[in-house]
């Protein structure tokens, strides 16, 4: 079965410094692959995704992902944060017909000023 | 009203209530999903309704019962529930046709169950 693992529970960074939010999956084929952001009290938001061709993937607010395959992994990278940034970020990987995502189990991002 | 719509955003119910989620989406997508986000614990799918069939139910108790009367609302109706049935639920829709389409979330309800 596919899984999706976010190694980091917690992160903290300061304003303005870069950012790097890990995450490996586990399936067999070619995945399709997500990252979402939560800010508290809403719901989840795309920011970029994979699908296939170029491993990066540039996204909505400065957010770029890069696919590595024989790593099976698919970090998340900002080189400037911004105190807005501080929420919930999800990756997740599409798998099986029909849409289904599975995603990981989130890292919560705090932005010192 | 635009995008996807959940009400109420909180609910407090005791374990013989009955109650009902709404989930209401203005983008004319035809895919809706519930997702259960539980504090320490990856999101969890629910249920997946495709033109308003039911297509995916990923072993949930009975006591969370859909419903999909078209393809802009859903409902999670709710009986006889645990306290570990508390969490946050997530409704989300999508288009149809093409590869993995993006979902669009709503806020979510927050569920206490007492």
């Known amino acids: 079965a596919q899984s999706v693992t976010q190694p980091d529970i917690h992160i903290t960074v300061s304003e303005g410094a870069s950012l790097e939010l890990r995450c490996n999956y586990s399936?067999?084929?070619?995945?399709?692959l997500f990252w979402y952001v939560q800010s508290p009290g809403q719901g989840l938001q795309l920011l970029l995704k994979?699908?296939?061709?170029?491993?990066l993937v540039q996204g909505i607010k400065g957010f770029e992902a890069e696919f590595k395959r024989s790593q099976s992994s698919f970090n998340l990278r900002k080189p400037s944060v911004h105190w807005s940034d501080a929420a919930e970020y999800f990756c997740?990987?599409?798998?099986?017909?029909?849409?289904?995502?599975?995603f990981g189990g989130g890292t919560r991002l705090m932005v010192k000023p | 009203e635009t995008g996807v719509t959940q009400t109420p955003r909180h609910l407090v119910m005791g374990m013989t209530n009955k109650k009902s989620l709404k989930c209401e989406q203005h983008l004319g997508h035809n895919a809706m999903y519930w997702y259960k986000q539980s504090a320490k614990k990856p999101l969890e799918l629910m249920f997946v309704y495709s033109l308003e069939e039911r297509v995916e139910n990923n072993s949930v108790p009975s006591r969370f019962s859909p419903e999909c009367p078209n393809s802009s609302h859903l409902f999670l109706h709710l009986h006889t529930l645990q306290p570990e049935d508390s969490a946050l639920y997530l409704c989300?829709?999508?288009?149809?046709?093409?590869?993995?389409?993006?979902?669009?979330f709503g806020p979510g309800t927050r569920l206490t169950v007492l």
């Open positions: 994979y699908f296939s061709g170029d491993t």
């Open positions: 399936y067999g084929a070619t995945p399709y």
């Open positions: 989300a829709s999508s288009p149809l046709g093409g590869l993995y389409n993006e979902q669009f």
């Open positions: 997740a990987v599409g798998v099986g017909a029909g849409n289904m995502l599975t």
